[in-house]
């Protein structure tokens, strides 16, 4: 493959901005504690809030016919709901609020733990419940791990031929496509049908020149023996997959390696995953609490493990690197940031727009803040009591590179490439800080 990719540093990238947590870190999974927020606090099973008679509360006219709890009345909505732990729920802030009180949450505990006894004669239980499971999670579909175990999907009408002459059309636009178009891989992907569906997309040029790109900058991140050997005894997982050109050509390049392609999108056809041996999918959400599990079970007597992202939006960046430093199973990341989405990406447009930068790059800095601070918490000292990590103590630091590829055809082309050094045992952080903190000091 062609050595072309420049590091990317020059002194014009601004600083980055900062970035604030959405979802909660994968090292509060690794550390055994609860990943599940709770809407709110139940008595038997039933929410509290789902008890009270809300109009009695608010001085109108009762219409539960006395079933539910006539308690706190005339008290400040939002503190009730913040007492019994309701999703979300933010205590009275108004200065002109009408509420006759504002109850604690022993208040709340102590008058729906009254009325219950009063009415049911015994003792409630309090318990919390876990909220409802988003609406697009990896729980739904099955299409996607069945077509990747059965091979059996939608069939390719469009013939090798034609495939192969429109990506000739375009061969002078990117040295990955040329190098593409003359490697053996192409012909095995035209002669199978199953493989020849992936090329069968409109953006099948840009498409291959990421995929090969991804390849390229893989097989960077390995060292000379692991390349000789084609692979062996290398696991790439592949996140937030898609249908997964990129984890088919990487297949090719490394076809010792076992590549594990991963998404949350259970509705694909995957048919071509069996037609390359070492390649599997996993039907995964890259925000469940139960992912570094998998990852561990994935990356299981690997040599090397490397995570990669391609064209990762929104907080699925920062997620995957979240994972890769919570994980010590992961040795290394790719990851390639896409689109600016959610109140993140606003902060990052605004911030571009007032340094007179371009967004992405700004993009690009706060991720590399956001891996630098990760390293600088390697370094930190060893927590108290921690055994001596004697094979650590020689070990090189993790060492960060952001690539440039100008020959991969998208403006979404900045890679950052990090192979990780040996974790010093630190004190565990708290939950709050974990979930939530900035990318720069």
């Not at 069945?146 to 990117?174: D, F, N, V």
Request: charged share 25%; hydrophobic share 40%.
């Amino acid at each position: 493959m062609d050595d072309h990719a420049n590091t990317f540093e020059a002194p014009w990238l601004a600083a980055g901005v900062n970035y604030q947590r959405k979802f909660q870190s994968a090292r509060v999974a690794d550390a055994g504690e609860s990943t599940i927020k709770s809407v709110g606090e139940t008595a038997e099973g039933v929410l509290c809030a789902e008890l009270l008679c809300w109009p009695y509360m608010r001085g109108e006219a009762c219409t539960c016919d006395g079933k539910l709890a006539h308690i706190l009345k005339g008290a400040c909505g939002r503190n009730i709901n913040l007492g019994f732990g309701r999703h979300r729920a933010k205590s009275c802030g108004f200065a002109r609020c009408n509420a006759t009180s504002h109850p604690s949450e022993e208040e709340c505990h102590r008058a729906i733990a009254a009325w219950w006894r009063e009415t049911r004669g015994a003792e409630p239980e309090f318990g919390k419940r876990p909220p409802p499971a988003p609406a697009n999670t990896a729980a739904r579909g099955e299409r996607s791990t069945l077509s990747a175990q059965e091979g059996a999907g939608k069939r390719c009408t469009l013939p090798a031929s034609k495939l192969r002459e429109h990506l000739a059309r375009h061969e002078g636009e990117s040295k990955h496509l040329h190098a593409f178009l003359r490697d053996p891989m192409l012909e095995a992907m035209l002669s199978d049908e199953r493989l020849r569906a992936l090329l069968a997309m409109r953006s099948r040029v840009k498409e291959v020149t990421e995929a090969w790109s991804v390849c390229e900058q893989v097989r960077a991140l390995l060292d000379a023996d692991a390349l000789a050997a084609g692979g062996a005894g290398v696991v790439v997982l592949d996140f937030c997959s898609g249908k997964g050109l990129g984890a088919t050509l990487l297949s090719f390049a490394l076809p010792a390696a076992r590549i594990v392609m991963l998404d949350a999108n259970g509705e694909m056809d995957l048919a071509h995953v069996c037609a390359r041996p070492n390649v599997s999918f996993r039907h995964a959400d890259i925000f469940s609490s139960q992912l570094p599990a998998l990852v561990r079970q994935e990356a299981e007597g690997a040599a090397v493990c490397i995570a990669v992202g391609m064209h990762l939006c929104g907080p699925l960046s920062p997620r995957l690197i979240d994972v890769a430093f919570a994980v010590d199973a992961i040795d290394a990341l790719l990851l390639c940031p896409c689109c600016l989405k959610g109140g993140h990406g606003k902060a990052v447009a605004l911030s571009a727009k007032e340094r007179g930068c371009d967004p992405y790059a700004l993009l690009i800095e706060t991720l590399r803040a956001i891996c630098e601070r990760e390293i600088a918490g390697e370094r930190a000292p060893a927590a108290p009591g921690a055994p001596d990590d004697d094979e650590g103590a020689g070990a090189p630091p993790s060492r960060l590179q952001v690539v440039l590829d100008t020959e991969m055809l998208s403006p979404r082309n900045v890679f950052l490439a990090l192979r990780k050094g040996k974790r010093a045992a630190r004190a565990p952080r708290c939950e709050s800080e974990l979930r939530c903190e900035p990318c720069v000091p």
